[in-house]
């Protein structure tokens, strides 16, 4: 399989340059040149997450170096339990994404992509530094995947106000090959300081950088084995399709479930949940696509303006009017996530975070509008993650899973970095080797 830039001005890639490279030469996305249809019988005999996900890569990695690994890449990135279950209201469902190793959904892509960053590994390699710009989520799932692999080092940087103290605490938590760095700016400032240090071409012929960042295809395509899994799963106990309600920022795990239904997976609609930030529902309503500036909202993870991911789904799509018949998103205020939590025991059987609050709430609407049909709900991070917002609502504490009580119950430990691209540059160059 060979893939193309969503820009067009770059040479096609063959999967290893894509999962090596993350963002093409030209700026834009890799995609793959087609995406595969599969038919129903190419999932005979697979069950696990881990097993249907093998089979609905294994077109892109065909004839690749990685082709005889990718199902031992799957065991690793599926290596959580992924519950499908019933829900209070008749045919609700929830996905539950969040029992990795940081409780957010983020775990999944970023150890299948450190799984196939290592197996690619020479042994005359040099040390790679990992870079990661986070608000949260994104850098403990990359830094739980990198954590004591040889050959890797993960330097995240995170704003130091913009972060939820339990994400803070777990960010500083890693010893050994992984460091937290706090800025004094805000998460866009770390975004660019990252970017710069990635385009810097003298800088990375004098240390080796790589990034895992949520645009990269070897985080994306594994998010699409556990819908092709959840719908696979649901079609064949009812013979129903399923359709999923994704909590939406960046587009990574929405455009996953988007790639699945394009693969021939039984999945009928595919619902956007955004917070306030809507830039998104405003384009599916009908006006033209346009970014504005991220504001911050309960639902933290998600406080994006300008999805990165647009691009590569508008490609996928021959124009806007294709593209707005195939999906829909809706936003969700504060108030409504409030709410949603607040009821949301008596509702629906669960406690939610304030992520998959946002995607319960759209639910919520669609069925006082007479939806029909199975949906799932994804639970894309554990409410323990953001006890400061849903513990005041839900009345009491929330246990903390195991294994995110173990990164909490470290030593935490960060370092301060001015929001400037040569602070970066500098402490790159000052230490490339550890
Ligand atoms: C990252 C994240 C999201 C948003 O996912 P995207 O792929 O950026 O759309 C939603 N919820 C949680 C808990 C997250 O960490």
Redesign the pocket.
Known sequence: MRFLSTRDAAPTADLVQVLQAGLAPDGGLYLAEHIPVLEPDAFAGAHTPAQVGARLLAPYFAGSALESGLSMLCDEAFAQSIPLHALRGAGDHVLEL?HGPSA???DIGARFLAAALARLRMPDDPLRTILVATS???GG?VAAAFHRRAGFRVLILYPQEGVAPRQARQLGAFDGNVQAYRVDGTFDDCQRMVKAALGDAELRTRVALGSAN?ISLGRLLP?AGYYAWAALTHWRGTGRALSFV??????????AAVIARRMGLPIARIVLACNANDTLPRYFAGEPYATWPGRRTL?N??D?GA???FERLRALYSNDAALRADLSAFTVDDDAIVATLHAAAAHHGIEP?P??ATALHVLERLRAQDERGDYAVVA??HPA?FAEVVEPVFGHAVAVPEALARWLARPSHSLPLTADDAALRALLLADPSC
């Open positions: 969040f957010a959904f983020k949260g989520d994104t799932a949520s998010q994704v909590p939406t920022g960046n587009l990574g795990n929405a455009l639902a993870a998600m994006v999805p990165s991911n975070c992520h998959t894309t991070a993650k």
